[in-house]
């Protein structure tokens, strides 16, 4: 454990993500003080000047512009520095233009001699956190990725729509990789302990009951289609993300040991070693304390492995 943890956040990147992540957390009120980085000054400052104007109705917090010097003194350093997806762009396609960006950002953090736990969001999530992970001589404890955390978000939710309850008493995960092959870990999906498609076939509201493989199918590629719906709509996603990565904040800065399926570098876990994917986590103020591994089916396997795959060619790609 860190001595004297603090609530210091700084967020590199004051676009879309990073200063919409700033606002839900200065509503939170779990942040002592928010540190907005951006190589665009002006950006920045602007920023900070119009969040802090509204400390008023919001948690005491101090809200300031920064440099790089602030990352010797973080609790918590959320990266969404880089570029946003382009309509029709997959997240894959963003890599080579984002990965110098996250290489400086973390050569920058580990030359101040940062004890901060660093969330990576920038896309493609996956790849970026790794490449951080690396930078940063293997430190997978302390560096680790939003991940899958908001595609889990939207499963819980189309869940909970479906069956009628409270998104709060659905548990269910996405794994692997946060993009196009990402897993719906069904095997490890309940309401009340009572696994999705039991509570769905003794339910008898509806009759498209996710006991159905189409029916979940739909249900999924609802899931992996967002992204790209809102992103066709708006240009950007900020809202859920940024409340999202409050949560992963919060869980840190709390030391609440949630588990959320944040993307971390398996040593082993699900047999796999050297790739940077979501799986559930248990996160805590050190970061990732360990990664939990559900029994998962054949068939999720098999996805796990296959987004293990497909991340590690275009890491491959990337270096070659
Ligand atoms: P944006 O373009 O609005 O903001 C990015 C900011 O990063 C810009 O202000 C830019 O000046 C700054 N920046 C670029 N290079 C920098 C550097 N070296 N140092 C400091 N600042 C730098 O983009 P937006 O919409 O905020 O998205 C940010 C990233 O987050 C994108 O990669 C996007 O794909 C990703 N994202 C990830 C999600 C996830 O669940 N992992 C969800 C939504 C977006």
Redesign the pocket.
């Known amino acids: 454990m860190r001595e004297h943890p603090g609530r210091n956040v700084v967020v ?8 919409t992540f700033a606002y839900a957390l200065m509503l939170d009120g779990t942040a002592e003080e928010i540190v907005l ?4 000054q002006d ?2 400052r602007g920023q900070a000047m119009d969040l802090s104007q509204g400390r008023q109705f919001a948690q005491p917090v101090n809200i300031r512009v920064g440099t790089a010097a602030d990352y010797a003194g973080a609790d918590v350093i959320v990266i ?6 382009k309509p029709g762009e997959s ?1 894959l396609d ?1 890599l080579q233009r ?1 990965a110098q ?1 996250i290489r ?2 973390t050569h920058e953090i580990v030359g101040t001699g940062s004890q901060a736990v660093v969330i990576v ?3 493609p ?1 996956d790849l970026l956190t790794q490449i951080a992970v690396r930078t940063a001589s293997d430190e997978r404890q302390r560096i680790f ?3 899958t ?3 889990s978000a939207r499963f819980r939710g189309l869940i909970a729509e479906h069956c009628q309850v409270d998104i709060h008493n659905v548990h269910a995960y996405i794994i692997g990789e ?1 993009g196009d092959s990402e897993v719906p870990a069904w095997s490890m999906s309940h309401i009340a302990g009572v696994p999705v498609w039991d509570h769905c076939s003794g339910c008898h509201r509806c009759h498209d009951e996710l006991s159905d493989a189409d029916n979940r199918e739909r249900l999924v590629q609802q899931v992996r289609d967002s ?1 790209y719906h809102i992103i066709g709509y708006k240009g ?3 809202f859920a ?1 940024g409340l ?1 990565l409050v949560r992963i904040v919060r869980s840190v800065l709390r030391n609440e040991r949630s588990v959320m399926t944040v993307s971390t570098v398996l040593a082993g876990e699900y047999g796999m070693r050297d790739v940077c994917l979501s799986v559930p986590c248990v996160v805590g103020r050190n970061g990732i304390e360990r990664v939990i591994e559900g029994k998962l089916s054949k068939e999720e396997l098999a996805g796990l492995t296959q987004s293990a795959k497909v991340l590690h060619e275009r890491l491959l790609e990337l270096e070659g």
Do not use: E, F, K, M
């Open positions: 590199v990147g004051a676009g879309a993500v990073g200063a980085v951006d190589r665009n950006l920045a969404t520095a880089g570029s946003a997806q997240r963003l984002n960006i400086s950002i969001v920038t896309n999530v990725g939003s991940g955390v908001l595609d946060h992204a950007a996603t900020n993300v999202a």
